[in-house]
């Protein structure tokens, strides 16, 4: 508030204050409405009839689109969404990347959120807080995922706010990913009765076997890529082009340039490619890493004055196979000295000088559990409750988890089980996780909530003596990484967003069948700057049906 001594002599000085100090907090109000505005959308989610590999399929459309509307965002921007159920299941969206801060109760995920019913809708609250980057949406319901309703997310820096690179003359969104020709109903059904899904049918870029992408020569653009698929590493390339990698999951890194890329499952990474060829048509390409049967998806990369069609052999994948992809990951490095979504810069917090609170060790498995096929962490496979763990939280409902099922370092004498497995932490610590995968596949694990540094790939079993081998100066954030077979990946994270937050393989088969858990971040402190109230929209299902989101 500012005060001034009214005297003839000093009026008119007074009033120039008073009018400054105005004009200033109107000023100041515009700012924050113009950079913390308000979008509002309604999205109806239906069924349709496509063809993404060549013959009739139902997938699932959001306002008709296949993929769904790309949302784009600035940094702190406030959605309200209003979801509409038209299918004939009860579905849920989550935001793949958006961390959520203080608000586990939008993340839909059914440990946090009850389906929205069919005939029925559900508006979505939640802000891009404090983030940018390159982001997807998608559903985390049953298999509705293998059947659409995915789109892409992009979250863009604030003006006040620099980015570490000239910026583009545009951008394109690439949502990358295996696909099944096969109804998603029926996928669920074999995975129900205990088969795997086996191989998918083919590889889709937004959605479709061939697209056309529009630049003019001499110009650089933005490519944002996101793998979408359900089980499928992928690398990405273009004909003749370069690819600089600026940006992965809302970390700006170390521009390296690249000739192709690997993006594993529910990864994300941002790239710009300048247009200095000679003027005509390039492949885009994308194809199956890993795997024995190669799927291969291309795009048409058009120069405004090109002539001639694209032609000639599709650029070469990498020869060589995991330690290649492995050699790649470890060059990907937090840029120090740029900023993200706020000013300071991304080194200035020294993750490597805190001692971790606890270690987890997280090692995945395929089992067999009464007769049919399950996957675990430690031996212990995921089952979805009917209530969501954040209301039997909220609400003292006991009996919904277990906090004492899933042991924090994997033993081959734990008894295989199914329980719904919460690991208890405290908000503010900070907490070393190890991912072990013994098996001969490829894994992607992400975490809702949260980013974390990536500290560490490697071969065989983890012990303590691999924490000698960790970037401890300039590991880059993402909320995905990926953990290569009979290997390990290390990550840290600093747990200082309260909730309730999903932690789960990427890799939707897995995922349903139990390969998750939660991470029960909790103090006993109440209050509005740890975490919002519950909604006053709030679904209630299972034993929450009947209490009251009343304060």
């Not at 009839?49 to 997938?59: A, F, I, K, R, Y």
């Not at 089980?417 to 098996?439: G, K, R, Y």
């Not at 402190?525 to 519950?534: G, V």
Request: include cysteine; proline fraction near 6%; hydrophobic fraction near 35%.
């Amino acid at each position: 508030m500012m005060f001034c001594l009214w005297t003839d002599a000093m009026g008119s000085t007074c009033l120039l204050h008073l009018l400054r100090g105005v004009v200033l907090a109107l000023l100041s109000v515009c700012l924050v409405q113009g950079e913390d505005s308000y979008k509002y959308y309604t999205w109806t989610v239906t069924y349709g009839t496509l063809s993404p590999l060549g013959s009739p399929q139902q997938v699932i459309l959001i306002n008709g689109e296949f993929p769904g509307p790309q949302l784009d965002l600035v940094t702190n921007d406030n959605v309200v969404l209003n979801l509409v159920n038209k299918l004939d299941e009860p579905f849920l969206l989550t935001w793949n990347g958006i961390k959520q801060r203080k608000n586990s109760w939008q993340d839909g995920v059914l440990g946090t959120n009850c389906p929205v019913h069919p005939n029925s809708n559900y508006t979505y609250k939640f802000q891009a807080k404090d983030q940018i980057g390159t982001f997807t949406y998608f559903p985390s319901t049953s298999l509705h995922k293998a059947a659409g309703g995915f789109g892409g997310l992009n979250v863009y820096h604030r003006s006040v706010i620099p980015v570490p690179y000239p910026y583009p003359d545009g951008d394109f969104t690439l949502l990358i990913g295996d696909w099944y020709k096969t109804n998603h109903k029926a996928l669920r059904e074999a995975l129900d009765s205990g088969k795997s899904l086996g191989f998918p049918d083919g590889l889709l870029i937004n959605g479709q076997a061939h697209t056309t992408v529009n630049g003019d020569q001499g110009k650089t653009y933005m490519f944002r890529i996101s793998n979408v698929g359900m089980s499928t590493s992928i690398n990405f390339r273009i004909q003749g082009h370069t690819l600089k990698l600026v940006e992965i999951e809302g970390s700006h890194i170390v521009q390296n340039v690249y000739d192709t890329l690997d993006v594993h499952v529910g990864q994300s990474a941002t790239v710009l490619v300048t247009l200095n060829q000679p003027p005509k048509d390039y492949y885009i390409v994308a194809s199956t890493r890993f795997s024995r049967k190669i799927f291969t998806a291309t795009a048409v990369l058009h120069y405004s004055n090109s002539n001639s069609p694209a032609s000639g052999p599709l650029p070469s994948p990498p020869i060589h196979q995991y330690h290649w992809s492995v050699k790649q990951a470890r060059t990907y490095r937090w840029n120090l000295t740029a900023n993200a979504a706020r000013p300071n810069p991304q080194g200035s917090y020294h993750y490597g000088k805190i001692t971790p609170t606890k270690t987890i060790v997280l090692s995945n498995s395929a089992s067999l559990i009464n007769g049919k096929l399950r996957y675990t962490v430690n031996r212990v496979s995921y089952v979805n409750p009917d209530t969501p763990l954040k209301l039997a939280d909220y609400f003292n409902i006991p009996g919904i988890y277990s906090v004492d099922s899933l042991q924090s370092l994997p033993s081959d004498n734990t008894p295989l089980s199914v329980a719904t497995s919460v690991v208890p932490t405290s908000l503010h610590d900070f907490i070393e996780v190890v991912f072990q995968n013994n098996e001969n596949t490829m894994q992607s694990w992400h975490l809702d909530g949260y980013d974390f540094w990536v500290v560490g790939y490697g071969f065989g079993e983890w012990t303590p003596a691999k924490r000698r081998t960790y970037n401890l100066v300039d590991a880059l954030t993402r909320h995905t990484a990926q953990v290569y077979p009979k290997g390990w990946t290390s990550i840290l994270v600093s747990l200082d967003n309260q909730g309730m937050w999903n932690l789960r393989s990427a890799m939707w088969e897995r995922q349903y069948l139990g390969q998750q858990l939660y991470l029960r971040v909790w103090t006993s402190e109440r209050s509005l700057h740890n975490e919002y109230d519950i909604p006053n929209n709030v679904l209630f299902c299972g034993k929450a049906v009947g209490h009251s989101n009343d304060p």
